[in-house]
């Protein structure tokens, strides 16, 4: 339902992607301006000036793509939120009489649900695959700088970074776990 929109998801990614990037980039340049005060005082001026007109450049390229970033996406929204409500309202128009006599096909439980489907169809599509393209820029371009300086030391990061993940995901499922018990005792109390 997002296929006419097309052109929108494009630009969106591709400024969803150079969002994402901004971290790693900043995190290079902060790291290069601390290296640079431990130089001569001529170069560390010249370094510095230079660093500051880069993350003044970075600022405004940053404030410009998430603006578009995020207007793009929001036009999707809005169109597949707009879609999806005439899919559904011409699905409830198709019933026949008897359907809108039950108790939970009423006119203000029916009013309801086609605002909160649609708006739920449109964060889970757009929302959630915004951050998710903001996710792969910021990987993508940590991969790329951490390469470009030190390719050994990336490739041990590279081998443990399954241990990490598998970490991360048995931490949640431990958290989660331990809450349904927690909440299954108080159930139990009560």
Known sequence: MIGPDW??????????????????LFALGISHALVSYYMDWETTQREVKKIVFLFCGGAVITVTVHAIEHLFFGIMGERLTLRVREKMFTAILKNEIGWFDETTNT???????????ATLMRTIVVDRSTILL?????????????????????LVVLATYPLIISG?????????LRFNVKKLAHLFKS
């Open 107 to 117: 006119s203000s439980m029916l009013s309801s649900r086609l605002e909160s489907d």
């Open 7 to 24: 052109p929108y998801g494009v630009i969106g990614t591709l400024c969803a992607f150079v969002a994402g990037a901004q971290m790693p």
């Open 168 to 176: 991360h995901i048995s931490e949640v499922r431990f958290i989660f």
């Open 134 to 154: 903001q996710n792969v820029g910021l990987v993508v371009a940590s991969f790329i700088i951490a390469f470009l300086l030190n390719w050994r030391i990336t």
